[in-house]
C-alpha cells in the first residue's frame, strides 16, 4: 500500500511570502528574539490565546482573559473561563512537547478541553460536521472509524518530510488536514492552530511568541473560506497561501511594535543608568527619588525590571528579590 501524500502545489506566491518571512525572521533574530520584552512575549501570548478562543466562539474580551491568567477573579460563564485557563496551560507547554508525536497531541488535547467535554485527550467516537450560521452542513468530517489511521497517516508523512519540506509549508499543511480529519470531538480548530506553531516553533523559537492566531481572527471569513476551497478542490494549495500571507502579516506588526519596544526600554533604562554609579549600591527609593518618579509600578515595569532583565543592573541580594533590604548597582 502506497504512503499517504497530502496533495497541494509550491507556488510562486508561497515562495515570495516565504522569502518576506525569512528576511522578517532575521530582523526580529536582530532584536535578540525577543529576550529583551517579556512583557512584549507575554502580551503575544494573551493576544494567541485571545484569538483562538474568540473564533471558536469565547464571549472573554481580552482584558477578561488577560485577568483570567493573571489569576484575578473575572466574572463570565464557567466554561469560558475554563477554556482560558486550558489554553495558557497548553500554551505554555509548548517547548516541552514533540509535534511529529501523537501521544503528545493527546495529552495537550486533553490540556486544552479538560473539564470542558467529556472526550479528553481521546479520537473522536461519533460523527463531526462543520455547520454555517442557518445549521446547514457545510462539512462532513471523515468517519470515526477512520480517524486514527488518517492521523497516523498524516504524522508519518511530516516525520519523513519535516528535513525535505520548508516548515512553513509543512505547518501549513498539517493545519489544513488536521481541521479536515476533524479528530476530535471539540477543540478542533485550537489544536489545529496551536500545532502548527508549536511545529514552527521547533523550527525558530520565536514562534513561540508570534500571535498568528490574532492575524487569523482579523481574517476569519477568509480563513474559512480558504479550508473550504481547498476542500472543494482536494487540495491544501490555497490554505498555505494563506497562512504564508497570515504569518507573513503578523510578523511585520511584530517588528513593528519590537522597535517601539526597544526604544521603550532604551529610553527609560538610560535614564535609570544616567543617576545610578557603577557598583554603589542604591534602594529602590533612592532611585525614585534621582529619577524624581511617585508611582512604584512605572518605576518596576518601565525602569526596574527591563535593566534588569538586561544584565545592565544587579540586585545585592539575587536570591530574595522582594528583601526590605535589596539594593540595585549599575555594572
Not at 41 to 56: D, F, P, Q, T, V
Not at 160 to 181: A, C, D
Request: glycine share 4%; proline share 4%; net charge positive.
Amino acid at each position: 500500500m502506497s504512503k499517504y501524500v497530502p496533495p497541494f502545489t509550491i507556488t510562486n506566491k508561497m515562495l515570495k511570502l516565504i522569502g518576506n518571512i525569512m528576511e522578517k525572521i532575521g530582523n526580529l533574530d536582530n532584536f535578540d528574539n525577543l529576550n529583551k520584552m517579556p512583557v512584549l512575549r507575554k502580551n503575544n501570548r494573551i493576544r494567541s490565546i485571545h484569538s483562538s478562543l474568540a473564533i471558536e466562539a469565547n464571549s472573554l474580551t481580552y482584558n477578561q482573559v488577560k485577568e483570567v491568567i493573571n489569576g484575578n477573579l473575572v466574572i463570565g460563564p464557567q466554561k469560558e473561563i475554563q477554556e482560558v485557563k486550558n489554553a495558557y496551560k497548553a500554551y505554555e507547554m509548548m517547548n516541552k512537547v514533540n509535534p511529529y508525536n501523537i501521544d503528545d497531541l493527546l495529552k495537550i488535547h486533553g490540556v486544552m478541553i479538560y473539564l470542558t467535554v467529556e472526550e479528553s485527550g481521546t479520537f473522536r467516537s461519533g460523527a463531526e460536521g462543520v455547520f454555517d450560521e442557518k445549521g446547514n452542513c457545510i462539512f462532513m468530517a471523515p468517519k470515526p472509524e477512520f480517524v486514527s489511521s488518517l492521523i497516523n497517516d498524516l504524522f508519518n508523512w511530516m516525520k519523513e518530510n519535516k528535513s525535505e519540506i520548508h516548515p512553513l509549508i509543512l505547518s501549513s499543511v498539517f493545519h489544513y488536514e488536521f481541521v479536515f480529519i476533524h479528530p476530535f470531538s471539540d477543540g478542533n480548530g485550537r489544536m489545529a492552530r496551536l500545532w502548527q506553531n508549536i511545529i514552527l516553533s521547533k523550527w525558530k523559537r520565536i514562534f513561540e511568541y508570534v500571535p498568528i492566531e490574532s492575524q487569523i481572527k482579523k481574517y476569519q471569513d477568509d480563513y474559512y473560506k480558504a479550508i473550504n476551497d481547498c476542500n472543494q478542490e482536494g487540495n491544501s494549495t490555497k490554505f498555505i497561501e494563506f497562512m504564508c500571507k497570515m504569518i507573513d502579516e503578523v510578523l511585520e506588526e511584530l517588528v513593528i511594535n519590537t522597535k517601539k519596544e526597544l526604544l521603550h526600554i532604551n529610553t527609560y533604562v538610560s535614564k535609570l543608568l544616567s543617576v545610578m554609579d557603577y557598583n554603589i549600591p542604591m534602594t529602590a527609593l533612592e532611585i525614585m527619588e534621582k529619577l524624581n518618579l511617585k508611582s512604584k509600578d512605572s518605576f518596576r515595569d518601565n525602569y526596574l525590571r527591563p535593566a534588569l532583565d538586561n544584565g545592565l543592573i544587579k540586585m545585592t541580594i539575587p536570591n530574595k528579590p522582594t528583601s526590605k533590604n535589596q539594593r540595585y548597582y549599575k555594572i
